[in-house]
């Protein structure tokens, strides 16, 4: 295991500079500053930038592309498989050169390890695999799309909610602990040595905290006992060393609630759970304006909500609560905005809580649009999910970051995995 990054530097024939740096996560190779490509430990290529054009390659394989426009605003948009494609070979052309050149200077840092794994993946098999040992990942929050997910649930217990389909192409399952035990196996044997990029555990489906007590548990000490969790509060320098330490190593598990699940726990349950490695939970608002929900068909109370988040609050919990934004359209505005700032008001955030701003995106397969459509509410543009956020911020009476939340994006369309 590296202690610190390396660094190498070649010119290749045609006058090309290349500078290749590894660390404990990953392999880049920078050329010209212009061409960066991206691999975890594995081999596998996860990211490159290509003249301004940034691409993110899930383990699904699909590859997202995003740049800015004329005007600077941000676009993206997902690749063909052939265009995917096209990336990978003009990838391996790159590597092929860089390696054959790599190989005559000495190599004390397994550089050239990466490299040959590099040329030899096998993207079809990787994507086969993939498939075999998970089902899709729908979404995660923001800050984890390099967890490692465990889905110990498989769905949504719910699928009710007229604005989501995330979840509605498989039934709700809980997975037995044999199962999920194998999962895990399957899980770690399918990242390899990627997994050293892969700092934290999400525990999936939607609501995989939803599981009952007796047989949450079970399956969390299973994680517990798989991977290390770094523990609470440890000062920057003990994390570094800990994540450098072990591949396996893990900042802590993480996952979404909804608010009726959340409203079955106690505070106790909330406690066990920590002890077991959880750290922050994620629970989808949305908005705290009651009617706007029903409408929604949301299956919990903006008050609920308050509730549960008090509660994981008081048992050391972080939490992210997710606010959409222009859900509902005119017809829902005001008390919308209202009613979200004071019921994020209500609940006891500081600094080590989020609160995400997500700007609706009408998902064509989900019920929401017709019914849109039929009772004459409109779509939300840009500028009005802006104007939602901007007035819901200055409603906020709770202190600004370090003390209080931090406030973040969270878009749908950026989400890779
Ligand atoms: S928003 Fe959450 S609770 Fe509602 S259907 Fe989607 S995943 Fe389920």
């Given amino acids: 295991?590296?202690?610190?990054?390396?660094?190498?530097?070649?010119?290749?024939?045609?006058?090309?500079?290349?500078?290749?740096?590894?660390?404990?996560?990953?392999?880049?190779?920078?050329?010209?500053?212009?061409?960066?490509?991206?691999?975890?430990?594995?081999?596998?290529?996860?990211?490159?930038?290509?003249?301004?054009?940034?691409?993110?390659?899930?383990?699904?394989?699909?590859?997202?592309?995003?740049?800015?426009?004329?005007?600077?605003?941000?676009?993206?948009?997902?690749?063909?498989?052939?265009?995917?494609?096209?990336?990978?070979?003009?990838?391996?052309?790159?590597?092929?050169?860089?390696?054959?050149?790599?190989?005559?200077?000495?190599?004390?840092?397994?550089?050239?390890?990466?490299?040959?794994?590099?040329?030899?993946?096998?993207?079809?098999?990787?994507?086969?695999?993939?498939?075999?040992?998970?089902?899709?990942?729908?979404?995660?929050?923001?800050?984890?799309?390099?967890?490692?997910?465990?889905?110990?649930?498989?769905?949504?217990?719910?699928?009710?909610?007229?604005?989501?389909a995330l979840y509605r192409d498989r039934p709700f399952r809980i997975k037995s602990p044999a199962e999920f035990e194998s999962h895990v196996a399957d899980a770690l044997d399918f990242f390899g040595p990627g997994l050293s990029m892969r700092r934290s555990i999400f525990l999936a489906d939607a609501n995989a905290l939803i599981i009952p007590q007796h047989r949450l548990l079970p399956l969390m000490t299973l994680v517990a006992r798989a991977f290390p969790i770094l523990p609470e509060d440890a000062p920057t320098e003990v994390r570094r060393a800990w994540l450098r330490g072990d591949p396996r190593a893990m900042t802590g598990v993480f996952a979404f609630v909804d608010g009726l699940s959340a409203e079955r726990k106690g505070m106790e349950d909330f406690r066990a759970m920590r002890a077991l490695g959880l750290r922050r939970v994620y629970i989808g608002l949305e908005s705290g304006h009651e009617p706007l929900l029903t409408w929604l068909r949301k299956p919990s109370a903006a008050a609920e909500m308050v509730d549960a988040v008090s509660r994981m609050k008081d048992a050391g919990l972080h939490v992210g609560v997710i606010v959409l934004l222009g859900v509902g359209g005119h017809r829902f505005d005001q008390g919308h905005v209202e009613d979200t700032a004071a019921a994020l008001n209500a609940m006891p955030l500081d600094g080590d809580d989020i609160i995400y701003f997500s700007p609706f995106q009408p998902d064509p397969a989900a019920p929401y649009l017709s019914i849109a459509r039929a009772e004459g509410v409109d779509r939300p543009d840009d500028a009005f999910m802006d104007s939602q956020r901007t007035r819901i911020l200055a409603r906020l009476t709770l202190p600004p970051p370090p003390a209080g939340p931090k406030r973040a994006p969270y878009n749908l369309a950026d989400f890779v995995y």
């Fill in 1 to 164: 295991m590296l202690a610190t990054a390396s660094h190498h530097h070649l010119t290749l024939s045609d006058g090309r500079k290349v500078h290749l740096r590894l660390n404990h996560e990953a392999l880049t190779i920078s050329m010209d500053e212009l061409l960066i490509y991206t691999f975890d430990l594995a081999g596998r290529l996860v990211g490159a930038f290509d003249h301004g054009v940034n691409y993110r390659r899930g383990v699904d394989g699909r590859v997202l592309a995003r740049w800015r426009d004329e005007r600077n605003r941000r676009a993206r948009r997902w690749l063909s498989g052939e265009e995917a494609e096209g990336l990978l070979a003009r990838m391996r052309e790159d590597v092929e050169v860089i390696s054959k050149q790599y190989a005559v200077i000495s190599d004390p840092y397994a550089v050239g390890d990466v490299l040959a794994r590099a040329l030899a993946f096998d993207y079809a098999l990787d994507v086969r695999r993939f498939h075999q040992v998970y089902r899709p990942i729908s979404i995660l929050p923001p800050d984890q799309y390099q967890a490692l997910v465990l889905q110990a649930t498989e769905g949504c217990s719910f699928n009710t909610c007229t604005f989501c």
